[in-house]
């Protein structure tokens, strides 16, 4: 059944004056921890939601960067990690980007992977980064923890945009952090509290109604991706067709930016929109937001729910632009 929705913003405290389970949201939220223990569970450790994927980014950073330090992240990975880390150099924050299938830079004092990259669809090399000295955080986002769990790979964070699969509608902005590391699990929630990024209650009871179906609705999106990969890798207008084996994205190329365009305003049913792992199908060109970190006619699709055969026919008939 649901959890009921409990907006509070304070509790009273118990009737000898003490505070009681739940004191003022900015700590700790029933909604929030409900969805807080589903998700750990799925992870298989300690999570923490926060108001956006960037916002629990935000908060790892904040919580294990020590100041003027080094973060490797992975080239070909969510452009949005790197714009973050640029933005915050005045705050001593240097950023780097490195192949993440292969060992990041021995300086590196934070090591930003993502499984799979998003959206050159790369996996990181788990053995290599958990190796090295630094700390590995893990977005594991366009995998999910019901396809990947980044805890058991060694890394010390996984990470999660919740706006994305795991909530599943486009109705949500949200992520969430995991640990297995008690004392790193304080620390993150301190930041948390300090700073006041936190999720509303709304956001975590409808995140966790998503989380009842996630799991049907992953195993059709993934099972549509991987027809619609392979019909995508024998036409004859795309250069190249990318699927890592796992999940709902597919990244594939057309001969240029003009292609691109042509290819995603033609499509009916595919939505010609950003954002990905919700019901609805969507592809759109990456250039227009990352310029040259991704190839000038490279489209993002996100596999929804719709019918396979509805979905390869308006991509056939959208191809037929180019
Ligand atoms: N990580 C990945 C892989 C993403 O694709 C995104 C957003 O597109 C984010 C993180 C950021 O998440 P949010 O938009 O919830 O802040």
């Known amino acids: 059944m649901s959890a009921p929705l409990d907006r509070s913003a304070s509790w009273p405290y118990d009737t000898a004056g003490d505070p009681a389970s739940y004191v003022y949201a900015r700590d700790e939220q029933p909604n929030a921890v ?17 108001p956006s ?3 629990a980014v ?7 960067l020590p100041p003027g330090g080094t973060i490797a992240v992975a080239e070909g990975a969510y452009y949005g990690h790197r714009e973050l880390f640029d933005h915050l150099r005045p705050w001593g924050v240097n950023a ?8 990041p830079p021995d300086d590196a004092d934070l090591i930003v992977i993502e499984a799979p990259s998003n959206p050159m669809l790369t996996m990181p090399d788990f053995e290599a980064a958990s190796a090295h000295r630094a700390a590995v955080i893990c977005d594991a986002t366009l995998a999910s923890p019901l396809r990947l ?34 004392a790193l699990y304080d620390r993150l929630h301190t930041t948390r ?8 209650a709304d956001t975590a009871w409808l995140l966790e109604r998503g989380l009842q179906t996630v799991e049907v609705r992953i195993d059709r999106m993934e099972a549509t991706a991987r027809v619609l990969a392979g019909h995508l890798a024998e036409h004859p207008a795309v250069t190249t067709a990318r699927y890592p084996g796992l999940g709902f994205v597919i990244s594939f190329d057309v001969a240029d930016g003009a292609a691109a365009r042509r290819v995603e305003t033609a499509t009916k049913t595919i939505r010609n929109a950003t954002s990905l792992g919700s019901v609805h199908t969507k592809v759109e060109s990456r250039h227009r937001w990352e310029g040259d970190r991704c190839p000038e006619g490279l ?16 991509l056939e008939q959208a191809l037929a632009r180019v």
């Open 58 to 64: 935000t908060a790892v950073v904040l919580t294990m």
């Open 299 to 314: 489209l993002r699709l996100s596999v929804g729910l719709e019918d396979v055969e509805t979905l390869w026919a308006d």
């Open 96 to 103: 780097v980007e490195y192949d993440q299938t292969g060992a």
């Open 149 to 182: 769990r980044p805890l058991e790979f060694g890394c010390d964070v996984s990470l999660h945009s919740a706006t994305k699969v795991l909530a599943g509608h486009d109705d949500l902005l949200a992520g969430v952090a995991s640990v297995t590391d008690d």
């Open 193 to 200: 509290h300090l700073t006041g990024l936190v999720a509303s």
């Open 34 to 50: 409900s969805v807080e223990n589903r998700i750990g569970a799925l992870e298989g450790g300690r999570s923490l939601l926060f």
């Open 53 to 55: 994927g960037m916002g």
